[in-house]
């Protein structure tokens, strides 16, 4: 099996060479005050209360170079810092309503940026590459069969609870098999009595023919809808209302791309 691991205390979290590709995970503890101060300063923005810095998944095909990685401050680098995002403009009045019976009034919650943290951040590459418009699709057959799981990781980019009022988080989740491996990274929102909204890219790497496919799905719903669809079945709606997998099958899409990575 051609299947490499580093020595004990080189990398910081999760390391595989499998077929030509290296795939790294790091996962290291929450920013302490001095790196988040140094974070805010160079985004612009008040950064998540849950701020996994250091944290990142990278891989990498080791004879061309080309690579795609998923870091946190890239990821926030692509939420909106003019405080015009559509969030804000669409839904700013609705959910001052929702809290009208609460002290806090709107403008304590809108800062001058997309406090929602909702971002389009699809991953970062190198200069001399680039993503080109694909017309194949991920196989998802390829995926549902029962190929033993090499490495898996789990890898959180950043959450907030948006001052008790939801959730908005950003995670990826990678898992190698001998012949391909997929990536989901996904950002995930739900503003409570406002929207629910996700943003999923897939990497999807087959290692015979050296192809990296990129698929990226953003669905958004208004809350009251999906709680409109939720009362209507046997399940927990409380619990449901949590489960971004549950969720986005009842989530229209919005936006959808797919694209293949090649030298530039």
């Known amino acids: 099996m051609d299947m490499t691991f580093p020595s004990p205390g080189t990398v910081p979290t999760g390391f595989v060479i499998q077929k030509g590709f290296r795939i790294t995970t ?3 503890p929450i920013l302490k005050a001095g790196p988040i101060e140094e974070m805010n300063s160079k985004l612009g923005i008040t950064v998540p209360e849950m ?5 990142s998944v990278t891989i990498e095909h080791l004879a061309s170079g080309r690579s795609i990685s998923f870091n946190t401050f890239d990821a926030l680098d692509r939420v909106d810092k003019t405080g015009e995002s559509m969030l804000k403009v669409a839904y700013s009045k609705e959910w001052q309503q929702s809290r009208q019976n609460h002290h806090e009034e709107i403008k304590e919650v809108v800062k001058p940026f ?20 694909s017309t194949f699709p991920i ?3 390829l995926l549902r069969q ?3 799981i090499l490495f898996f990781d789990e890898v959180m980019l950043y959450e907030d609870e948006l001052a008790d009022n939801g959730i908005a988080m950003y995670s990826c989740k990678i898992r190698v098999m001998p012949d391909r491996l997929l990536l989901l990274c996904r950002f995930f929102l739900r503003l409570d009595d406002v929207i629910f909204r996700i943003r999923d890219t897939r990497v999807f790497v087959e290692f015979g023919t050296g192809e990296i496919v990129r698929e990226y799905t953003a669905k958004e719903e208004m809350y009251k809808t999906v709680k409109q669809m939720l009362a209507v079945t046997r399940e927990d709606v ?3 209302m949590r489960d971004a997998n549950k969720l986005a099958t009842l989530m229209p899409v919005v936006d959808y791309s797919l694209e293949r990575l090649v030298e530039a």
Do not use: E, Q
């Open 114 to 133: 997309d406090w929602s943290y909702s971002t389009d951040y699809k991953g970062t590459t190198p200069p001399h590459c680039t993503f080109i418009p």
């Open 146 to 148: 029962p190929d033993p």
């Open 26 to 28: 790091t996962k290291k």
């Open 51 to 55: 701020i996994f810095g250091d944290n």
């Open 139 to 141: 196989p998802l057959a």
């Open 238 to 240: 409380p619990s449901m």
